[in-house]
């Protein structure tokens, strides 16, 4: 896998003590102020297999990318998705996200 990166290790550390949550049914969204300006997709292996874990990361990059043109300027995001979640559909997907950004105060209500 490589050598593990300490510096994102501490940011990530960082909006876990101090950043903000939304909670949804399954998706859960950490967002916080960083250097970093990144977008974290985090999947157990619970979830299911590569093919499925991958595609579902993809439509979450996909959902971002359409929601977020410009991107989010200073901030760190991390997307856990739940291990439940492998029926949901790309609507349901993107409404949850839709939902949980506009909470955190990325888009516009």
Request: aromatic share 4%; proline share 3%; with cysteine.
């Amino acid at each position: 896998m490589g050598t593990p990166n300490l510096r994102i290790r501490r940011e990530i550390a960082k909006i876990r003590q101090h950043g903000q949550i939304f909670r949804g049914r399954w998706v859960h969204v950490r967002i916080g102020t960083s250097e970093m300006d990144l977008t974290l997709i985090s999947i157990r292996k619970k979830f299911g297999n590569a093919v499925r874990r991958n595609r579902i990361r993809r439509q979450v990059r996909a959902i971002c990318s359409e929601l977020i043109p410009s991107g989010h300027r200073h901030c760190l995001m991390s997307i856990s998705i739940g291990d439940h979640a492998s029926g949901v559909s790309y609507g349901q997907l993107r409404l949850e996200l839709h939902l949980a950004f506009q909470k955190l105060g990325l888009i516009d209500p």
